[in-house]
């Protein structure tokens, strides 16, 4: 057997934010973001609920050798070789003033899988709710029309109707929060080979138990006021007529 090593945390690249500052004068992402940022004024409203949706891979990975345990004095030690087993996707949804959140496991990543996980919002999460409000980014499958390629046209049509989307700005997924629980999620429960998408789902299941019972909420502190005055350079300078 080979020397064993520290683990290793394969989630850095996902943990990793990649910042993109806009250009200036960028008057479609002020547009969405003050958008957003309205949202995040309103009280909680349980007929209203505010849901942020994300979503992001894992890659699943399983050891080539038996880990060491731990012993007095030294931490588990772990093989430098695994093997690569594909990877998961997991749909995070995440109502930041009521402190839940559930998250989905699914094998891909594609539009009829986004369909399904808004279906589960609607009928499952909130079925009593008179319109969800749905925080996203503008991933391709992210659109309304997804739910077309899922489900039957009245079907669509339906849940469609049960929705008031928002959607961020490009070079704006900061203001997802979703991006926040998927940062927790990674830290407190994904850092760690997980060599199957079974064994991913219960982990995953356990921390958002764990994580609900908490009532983990976001209080939101960064407003339209305060956008116009940081983010000054985003905004176009009217010219005077």
Known sequence: MRPHHAKKNELKPWLKTQWVIPPKANAEFVCAMEDVLEVYT???????????????SKQLVAETRSPLPAEPGQAERYDCEYERCGT????????????????????????????HVVRDLADVHYPDAEKI??????????????????FAPEEARRLTERLEIHYTPKHG???????????????????????????????????QVRRNAEGCTVDWRFKTEDARIKLKRLYPSIQPS
């Open 133 to 150: 409000v749905l925080v996203m980014d503008n991933l391709n499958t992210h659109k309304p029309a997804s739910l077309y390629q899922a």
């Open 173 to 207: 997924s900061w203001l997802d929060m979703a991006e926040i629980e998927l940062s927790a999620l990674a830290t407190q429960c994904l850092d760690r080979r997980i060599a199957d998408a079974e064994t991913l789902a219960g982990e995953v299941a356990a921390w």
């Open 42 to 56: 309103r009280p909680y409203d349980p007929l209203r609920p505010q849901v942020c949706l994300d979503e992001c």
């Open 88 to 115: 998961a996707n997991l749909f995070m949804l995440f109502e930041p003033l009521a402190g839940k959140r559930h998250v989905k496991v699914t094998e891909r990543r594609t539009a009829v899988d986004f369909a």
